[in-house]
């Protein structure tokens, strides 16, 4: 299983960015998939997650409080990658964000990528 995060970088406040994951080694369409960040100086947070394609109750997408209406996390199985479109970024969104397998349990996790919010 590997993980592997992209698109991190320095964004000023109120910019854009996207984070990608390309996920190998599984079958991808059949997991729950995680974004987890750590700040600097912080514990882990739960981002967001998204449901594997034959869980058809409840919500597909779930976000934590601080990033909803600004963050999407998606999924493409075709390609076997994990996105999460961030925008109107804050300066509390600097994190190193990691992609996860799982919900709850989490099993295996990519390097991550470092997003950096700054003027």
């Known amino acids: 299983v590997q993980l592997v995060e992209s698109g991190g970088g320095l964004v000023q406040p109120g910019g854009s960015l996207r984070v990608s994951c390309a996920a190998s080694?599984?079958?991808?369409?059949?997991?729950?998939m995680t974004w987890v960040r750590q700040a600097p100086g912080k514990g882990l947070e739960w981002v967001s997650v998204?449901?594997?394609?034959?869980?058809?109750?409840?919500?597909?997408?779930k976000y934590v409080d601080s990033v909803k209406g600004r963050f999407t996390i998606s999924r493409d199985n075709a390609k076997n990658t994990l996105s999460l479109q961030m925008n109107n970024l804050k300066p509390e969104d600097t994190a190193l964000y990691y992609c996860?397998?799982?919900?709850?349990?989490?099993?295996?996790w990519g390097q991550g990528t470092q997003v950096t919010v700054s003027s």
């Open positions: 996860v397998r799982g919900l709850g349990t989490y099993d295996y």
């Open positions: 080694g599984f079958a991808f369409s059949n997991f729950y």
């Open positions: 998204i449901k594997f394609s034959g869980d058809i109750g409840g919500d597909s997408t």
